[in-house]
């Protein structure tokens, strides 16, 4: 079989997946193998993979690859989330370059251009992941829209309303007018702006004098029904039992005492606006005022806003202040920093807006999904700094507003049947809703008489239920795969959804199936550039996924993203480090092809020099292979890693290989060859869940293999016992070679020419590794002396000096003149350290670490310098 002389990264992807979906080898049905899930963070049916995905889920992959060789039943879970939001806004955009409204469509017509839509552009981002190499059970590929996950939503609404935990009410929302739907509190970005304080006159009715208010909003006055002032405040006993002109409408509106207002903040007076404020609605609700909606849907202004009405919110804002200037009313503008709260999705800024609409009680759902993670560790959260972050969310919720004045999700199971929104039913279908309605009232209601709510069910409302919906345990709780399957293992997400999905699915979880969604949550961190800018579109600081596994490999991107992203830290993301990557794979081709290239001398004994090569091979890879294991425990995924790239490229390349290369034109003996394969295998074994394409290649190529042979599916290594005090007495070896190497560069003597070694032993060296400094120097006898030699070139290791007798090709001369520039550097060096050392104001100020230090240095020095007077003396 012919090996080609450079790895090429598109070939083999392509051949490798292939390979792997058609032998379905991420295929997994319940057995007597113990199971290993997890199920995948759907990502928006909308989306594209970003830098994002492409960390969160290589690391999935790599967990899952690792499980699966390690014996268990693996089973990765893929998907998309139906994103209402997003999905209706890209539909919506569409019909508008038709020349459509979604006003001019009715519910269905704009649903069927939904799932139009979706069929034709959803799960581009799943097609994105098998390019990454994600091994995921793509049969079991499940979409929230999907007709069983439906059903488990309904299911799910019937059975918390019959507990009476879902009901309706008039509540403050928050209102996105470019989406025209409610968002949760959660789904609410406040951002820093800069804006206007505007201090406004409002007439005292009767009088000639005024009030002072200053407000952010003056376009809201149009819909103020009161002026607030606090009962001990003194500035304002004159307005007590007062009315107040609202400055433009002429309205009369009453003055109020509410202990609400800080006396110290502002005038001291405040506007209340009891449509839309919070705050505002709380002070109105409990003093009975008037409550006056001044904006439609799109954040326009309705017919109470007088002569404004149909104009843009900002635009009148502008256009009052000037009104209000003009009328005297204004009396001065300040600059004024503050937060405006704006929509996740769509980027506007909300309105705060009263709405009747369905809530989640969630008080008492909480309780179980703050035991597990807080109290009783049932649910680990890694890296735990994230439990402080929980904790605030779980202990400080509130009810949790589900519905969504979108066509495009599931549809609330609500059926009314009075004229008005108070008389209704909850069912999972029209049947079902008829004969409840009729029940209900006594009457015989027709189908024609029965209407289903409008509004659809929030998002997350169907992705909290995912562990479970996955494998139908909502709808059939006895099936085998949820039995099986359910609790899943590990989660693996981003901190930004903690509460929004992480949270959810805990709750969900015990409520409805008495356990825990899964037993581990990692949560990564962002992916940011090197200016620590979270990585976006609109910044233009992101790379295209697929550009980047075009030019450096699947494997080179998996690589180079992981060595980035330490455990639950945000990720500095560094395209050179992709660059890592494909070298990496390269170094492995190449080390891959030298030991193909070995001529096998049949008969042949095996060496010392191999035999001690082997044997502190195996102490090594075993010592890499319980340290991974103890970074996989911790999902330092990237430390392991970073210790098999050493192993590999150091350990492996750099010195196995070079240690058993044969000499030129000589053969490798079988033993040797046998243990050096044995030896690559197992580095793939290791490598292959990070880099899955490679070495499934390199592993064909060692020998023909079926199916059931497949690296995919190969047996994990296992720890076995090594001895340790072989690997501390090759850095020693190490040492000695390295010194040799280095003295054969520096003085330019050739490594054709034999040396001699001589030592003068201080401390204990193993001398079973002397047949392999022999070798790797190209030294012909090592022996051990009392007494320095003259005329020798020298080094140290540790306690004990090396010698190694002048070759005739040395020119003494530039020997002593270079050995004495190096030692009155070191005097130098010296000199400089004492005279730090002696001086009292910096030894007392000093921190002891730095003191230490210096102590160190002055030591090395005097060692070094030493060693040099003895170098000159010996020449």
């Not at 995921?136 to 299911?155: H, I, Q, Y």
């Not at 009328?327 to 705060?352: A, C, M, N, Q, W």
């Not at 980035?564 to 992709?578: I, P, R």
Request: glycine share 4%; hydrophobic share 35%; charged share 30%.
């Amino acid at each position: 079989m012919d090996i080609p002389a450079k790895y090429n990264p598109k070939s083999v992807e392509e051949k490798w997946y292939t390979y792997w979906m058609e032998h379905n080898f991420f295929h997994s049905e319940p057995d007597e193998r113990e199971p290993y899930t997890i199920v995948i963070p759907p990502p928006n049916v909308t989306g594209v993979l970003h830098m994002g995905h492409m960390l969160n889920n290589t690391i999935q992959d790599v967990l899952i690859r690792r499980k699966r060789m390690q014996g268990y039943n693996a089973c990765w879970v893929p998907g998309t989330d139906h994103a209402s939001i997003a999905t209706e806004a890209k539909v919506v955009a569409k019909l508008k370059e038709e020349g459509i409204k979604k006003s001019d469509l009715t519910r269905e017509a704009f649903v069927e251009h939904a799932w139009e839509w979706t069929h034709k552009h959803g799960g581009m981002i799943l097609e994105q992941l098998k390019k990454l190499g994600a091994s995921c059970d793509w049969e079991r590929t499940k979409f929230t829209m999907d007709e069983d996950l439906n059903k488990s939503v309904v299911k799910v609404f019937l059975d918390l309303h019959k507990k009476g935990l879902i009901y309706k009410g008039y509540r403050m929302v928050n209102w996105d007018p470019e989406a025209k739907t409610t968002l949760s509190d959660e789904e609410v970005i406040y951002v820093e702006q800069p804006g206007k304080l505007y201090y406004l006159r409002y007439p005292i009715e009767g009088s000639t004098e005024s009030v002072q208010i200053a407000t952010t909003r003056p376009e809201t006055i149009l819909g103020d029904t009161a002026i607030c002032v606090h009962p001990d405040d003194e500035r304002f006993n004159h307005l007590k039992g007062k009315r107040v002109i609202v400055p433009i409408v002429g309205r009369s509106i009453p003055v109020i005492e509410d202990d609400y207002v800080d006396m110290e903040f502002g005038t001291g007076s405040l506007k209340i606006t009891p449509a839309h404020d919070p705050n505002d609605k709380i002070i109105g609700e409990k003093h009975n005022l008037e409550v006056i909606d001044i904006f439609n849907d799109d954040a326009s202004l309705n017919e109470n806003a007088l002569h404004y009405e149909g104009k843009d919110r900002f635009v009148v804002r502008r256009e009052i202040v000037k009104e209000l200037d003009e009328k005297g009313f204004l009396i001065r503008t300040e600059d004024y920093t503050h937060k405006v709260g704006t929509s996740e999705r769509t980027k506007v800024v909300i309105e705060p807006k009263i709405s009747e609409q369905w809530f989640l009680k969630m008080e008492d759902l909480v309780k179980p999904a703050i035991h597990a993670v807080l109290e009783s560790e049932e649910v680990r959260l890694v890296p735990s700094k994230f439990d402080n972050t929980y904790r605030h969310w779980m202990e400080n919720i509130r009810d949790w507003n589900i519905s969504r004045q979108l066509y495009w999700g599931h549809r609330i199971p609500a059926y009314y049947y009075g004229n008005g929104t108070s008389d209704y039913v909850v069912a999972e279908n029209m049947e079902q809703a008829l004969e409840l309605a009729r029940e209900k009232c006594g009457e015989d209601i027709k189908v024609s008489d029965l209407r289903q709510e409008e509004d659809t069910l929030d998002t997350w409302f169907s992705s909290w239920l995912w562990p479970i919906s996955v494998f139908n345990g909502i709808n059939d709780p006895e099936n085998e795969d949820f039995k099986y399957y359910y609790p899943t293992n590990d989660l693996v997400t981003g901190p930004d959804i903690l509460f929004f999905w992480v949270a959810r699915m805990i709750i969900a979880g015990y409520e409805f199936t008495g356990k825990k969604p899964f037993e581990n949550v990692y949560l990564t961190g962002l992916v940011r550039d090197k200016q620590r800018r979270k990585m976006s579109k609109s910044l233009g600081n992101s790379p295209d996924p697929e550009e980047l596994m075009e030019q450096y490999g699947s494997d080179g991107v998996r690589a180079g993203i992981l060595m980035s992203s330490a455990a639950g830290n945000d990720l500095l993301f560094d395209e050179s480090l992709m660059l890592q990557g494909r070298n990496f794979a390269n170094k492995i081709w190449n080390g891959f092809r030298l030991v193909k290239g070995w001529e096998l001398a049949e008969g042949a004994e095996q060496s010392e020099s191999n035999r001690m090569a082997i044997k502190w091979y195996k102490a090594k890879f075993q010592m890499t292979l319980q340290f991974i294991d103890q970074q996989f425990d911790q999902y330092r995924l990237s430390d392991a890693l970073t210790a098999i790239y050493k192993l590999v490229w150091e350990d492996f390349s750099s010195w196995y290989l070079e240690m058993v290369k044969p000499e030129f034109g000589k053969g490798i003996d079988p033993a040797t060859l046998a243990d050096t394969i044995n030896f690559f295998e197992d580095n793939l074994r290791i490598l292959h869940p990070f880099m899955p394409f490679i070495t499934e290649e390199i592993w064909h190529y060692f020998k023909e293999r079926d199916v059931n042979e497949a690296l995919i599916v190969s047996d994990y290594p296992k720890d076995e016992a090594y001895d340790p005090q072989v690997l501390k007495d090759f850095e020693v070896i190490k040492e000695i070679i390295s010194a040799v190497r280095n003295l054969r560069k520096e003085k330019n003597i050739s490594f054709k020419e034999s040396l001699d070694l001589s030592m003068i032993k201080k401390e204990a060296v193993n001398e079973d590794f002397f047949a392999m400094i022999k070798k790797l120097c190209n030294i012909s006898h090592i022996e051990e002396i009392d007494q320095k030699l003259e005329k020798a070139l020298t080094f140290r290791v540790g306690s004990n000096e090396f010698f190694i007798p002048f070759a005739e090709s040395i020119d003494v001369e530039a020997e002593i003149k270079k050995i004495q520039e190096e030692l009155d550097y070191n005097k130098g060096f010296l000199l400089s350290v004492q005279k730090k050392l002696n001086n009292e104001r910096f030894v007392n100020n000093a921190p002891e670490k730095v003191i230490l230090m210096e102590r160190k240095k002055e030591a090395d020095t005097l060692a070094k310098i030493a060693m040099l007077e003895d170098s000159l003396k010996s020449i």
